[in-house]
């Protein structure tokens, strides 16, 4: 996001006022050690190492809503898949070697299948539009064990707050709430009705306790409106875009609610960026990197083949190697001694102002 043009309201769309971009950054520096309102970031920096890969196959290739088609996946012989929790995702290497993240969303007591659900982005990287147009009952993926970044901590009262697709990983926790007899509460927002996907499934979890608001029926939501469906005391779950995010952030210190876990999509702001560049090669061209945008966003503009997945610097799909410069390294993932050996993620990783970084590529 291109931190000096006005940031998007709530759905994503223009906004005029600059209010919820500081509120980003004040969300994304929020240390709960200051006291105050509990806030977790879903800890996704526990991800040292890839786990096991395992073989998947698409039994089913659905629309679920528009521009949403859901998956099933499963083992090719049909032996029970690995376990997972509420809030987990996958990792899949797409056919033509993109690697993408998504939650899952079917229910952990089935072991026959995953499920996920693909919101299709005609300008993102091309992993949805694979998946959308590509992919097909009967094709063969690879994937990575399900990885838990964002789990769910069953407290006694809950709010899911849903935006768009952000439903997925929150699905799977209505259903563990629902069965467990917690006080719980969703929320889904959404533009219309017919883009938001499961909202027969949320609602046979219980009806009185799920919520379906629509930007063209019920208009966009505040903050402040989507924490009022909170129990007293409750956690809140929160996963849709950033400025959603940004917003419930801000407005969960006046709220019934007391604690917030949260998952954004795609990156999050730059905080104190200074301009640096970058280099293609010892001889190559040079890059200026603006103080507000990441590396790798400038990179893609003249290499657009360059793989990145999580774009938050904790699944190490973008790393490249560093030939010279200093970095300021901001990653979840590098250890100290692959740092050392030249590794570096510039989805997140800068470097001091007026530095130039010569990468190998
Ligand atoms: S895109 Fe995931 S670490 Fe850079």
Redesign the pocket.
Known sequence: MDLSTPPPDLYGRPRPDRFIQRLTAFGDRYNPAMGGPLLRRSPHRAEPRPTRQIQLVVTRHESVADDVVELHLADPSGAPLPGWQPGARLLLTLPSGRERHYSLCSDPADPRHYRIAVRRIADGGGGSVEIHDELHVGARLTARRPRNGFAFCAEPAVLFLAGGIGITPLLPMAREAARLGLDWRLVHTGRTAGSMPFADELRAFDPRRVTLLTDDRDGAPTAEALLAHAPAGAAVYCCGPAPMLAAVQRALDASPARSLHFERFGAAPVLDGHSFTVRLGAGGPELPIPADRSA?DVLREIRPDLP????????????LRLLSGTPQHR?R?LTEEERAAGAL????SRAAEGETLVLDL
């Open positions: 790798l990145y997945s999580c774009h938050q610097g904790f699944c190490g799909t973008c790393r990653d993932r993620l510039p989805c997140v």
